[in-house]
């Protein structure tokens, strides 16, 4: 008989790499609320032109991309972030 290692063992290093990439990093550090005043960390998911990175892009789960969205919105109204750049 022939021995079917080859694709099972492909198909759990698959999923083991699915798994690690699900958390995003706010889940990971176990962040609640994404503060507004957190510039630095806020410019990170900009694009050049001032725009929000998607989920894809980013990295982020739904609900960090809606605090995130959320976040950057109050900073730009606040001045802390361009609408445009």
Excluded at 7 to 19: A, E, Q
Excluded at 29 to 42: F, S, T
């Amino acid at each position: 008989m022939a021995k079917e290692t080859g694709p099972s063992k492909k198909k759990k290093k698959f999923l083991t790499t699915l798994r690690e990439q699900t958390q995003c990093r706010f889940c990971r550090e176990g962040r609640r609320y994404i503060d507004y005043k957190d510039v630095e960390a806020l410019q990170k998911l900009l694009t050049n032109r001032g725009k929000i990175f998607s989920r894809k892009r980013s990295g982020n789960c739904a609900g960090c991309q809606r605090k995130v969205k959320l976040a950057i919105k109050r900073a730009r109204f606040m001045a802390l972030l361009p609408f445009t750049a």
